[in-house]
């Protein structure tokens, strides 16, 4: 049978998410099938990645720790990123602290190397850095196939791996305070009061309407990950028995996003809102739950902060979800012990021992404690791992019901796996993110899809050398998808 249809240039199969860790890319993402069977995550953040909340909630915290995260993957191929700070707020000194809690900084400032780049609005007001934003999407779309790099995912033929261009980060913060040079000339051309100022907001949110309506196509055409923090506030009504419709609805009614057009809530792939925050203590109030060393046991200590999140806007799967991230106001974000706490607080899911000392299951010769794991973890990379593959096989158990037939214990996971002939110190010396060129990448890709399936003997690591493992696993053939 011949179709009648519009010839037209076809979309890539796959949008992108790049993977950024802390519980998120499994909260926002589904899983693809690789060249070589992998199971690859794809999720993290979308085209455009918003949080919102009340004030002190972390709320630009929490952002950074995505943007640098993301960065972090690509910075090797060239990726850069860029602030716009719209509260004239930022400190560089405290952001290049951030930036030390992942490797691929360590040692580095990337903010005087120029790899991350903080402007504000005393320097440019919105529209003139919506004008430098433009410049520079329309020149990365226009220079793209000099840029374009391998990803893991294949193309719709499954002949060749799909190519994406090299990505980069925007963020602005607040999205809130964004103004530009027409509505500041209303307003220090009217006085409060004055009949003139009248329009002020309407205008606001014109242009507000246009930045997001005009930016997100180039942004996402030119592989520009767009990062928007805004604020909400309560939403009064004065006719009670007509409520204003909910702009999201994991949103309560009452509740808007303040200086943000109706664009913000659906232009957005995901959105979080930072719900609340609350400073975590010891049980018997002696120090922070998890001190970060022997010392770290001051009286009314607030350094130590535990945000709940939801995720209230997910394009790439269902929303409602909700994160305990664990923040320190000197070093940001704690990745591992996020996902710590989170084991922990589930039933000390993978944790056996008793509830002062236990073990990871992943790695049983590492006695841990609540007062030792904060260091142990800064120290110990390959705990950080066995933590980080734990917290995601108790997420894949709660979000993920598609992998059920496959789900087990961490404890007969690292039995069944031994017994297969696998090596778990190889194992846990592996990374679960993508990036360009990555079969190519010095550490192997393991994702804990990869390590379910090795148990049910339906998938063997492309990178791993077969001579140890078990003869029915030597007998499986290699698996390239690419049909040449």
Excluded at 345 to 372: Q, W
Excluded at 381 to 398: M, P
Aim: charged share 25%; net charge neutral.
């Amino acid at each position: 049978m011949e179709f009648l249809k519009m010839v037209v240039q076809r979309s890539d199969p796959v949008r992108a998410y790049i993977n950024v860790g802390c519980r998120v890319d499994i909260a926002t993402g589904n899983v693809i099938t690789g060249r070589y069977g992998e199971s690859i995550i794809n999720g993290g953040i979308g085209a455009v990645t918003a949080t919102v909340g009340m004030g002190n909630c972390f709320k630009s915290t929490w952002e950074r720790f995505q943007l640098l995260s993301a960065l972090s993957k690509f910075m090797q191929f060239g990726s850069t990123a860029n602030t716009y700070d719209t509260e004239t707020n930022i400190q560089e000194d405290h952001q290049h602290t951030f930036t030390q809690a992942f490797d691929t900084f360590a040692g580095r400032h990337i903010l005087n190397e120029g790899i991350w780049e903080i402007t504000d609005k005393t320097i440019y007001t919105g529209d003139q850095f919506f004008d430098h934003a433009k410049d520079f999407l329309n020149n990365k779309i226009a220079n793209k196939s000099k840029i374009l790099r391998n990803t893991p995912f294949v193309n719709r033929e499954v002949t060749a791996y799909m190519q994406m261009p090299i990505p980069t980060f925007g963020e602005v913060d607040s999205f809130s305070e964004f103004s530009t040079q027409d509505v500041l000339k209303m307003q220090e051309e009217n006085t409060l009061g004055d009949s003139g100022a009248n329009t002020v907001n309407m205008r606001e949110g014109l242009q507000k309407n246009r930045f997001i309506r005009e930016l997100t196509p180039l942004a996402d055409g030119a592989k520009h990950y767009l990062f928007l923090v805004a604020h909400l506030g309560m939403e009064f009504n004065m006719d009670p028995r007509n409520p204003a419709p909910k702009k999201l609805g994991f949103l309560k009614n009452g509740i808007k996003i303040k200086g943000a057009p109706e664009k913000f809530t659906f232009l957005t792939n995901v959105c979080w809102y930072n719900m609340n925050a609350s400073v975590l203590m010891a049980a018997d109030k002696n120090g922070p739950e998890y001190p970060s060393d022997k010392d770290d046991k001051l009286n009314g200590e607030t350094d130590l902060n535990e945000v709940t999140i939801k995720l209230i806007r997910n394009k790439n799967g269902p929303s409602g979800y909700i994160l305990k991230v664990l923040i320190s106001q000197k070093e940001g974000v704690l990745e591992d012990l996020t996902n710590f706490h989170y084991i922990k607080t589930n039933k000390r899911f993978g944790l056996p021992g008793n509830d002062r000392n236990y073990v990871c299951a992943f790695l049983p010769e590492v006695a841990l404690s609540r007062t030792t794991i904060r260091g142990k973890l800064k120290e110990n990379k390959a705990l950080r791992r066995a933590i980080e593959l734990t917290a995601d096989l108790l997420q894949v158990s709660e979000y993920w019901p598609q992998y059920d037939r496959l789900q087990c214990s961490p404890e007969v996971l690292y039995e069944d796996i031994k017994k297969l002939g696998y090596d778990w110190s190889i194992l846990l010396n592996t990374r679960g993110w993508w990036t360009f060129d990555n079969d190519k990448h010095p550490t192997p890709f393991l994702t804990i899809i990869d390590l379910l399936k090795m148990r049910a003997k339906e998938y063997i690591p492309y990178w791993y050398d077969k001579s140890t493992l078990s003869d029915e696993l030597k007998k499986m053939p290699k698996v390239d998808r690419f049909k040449h």
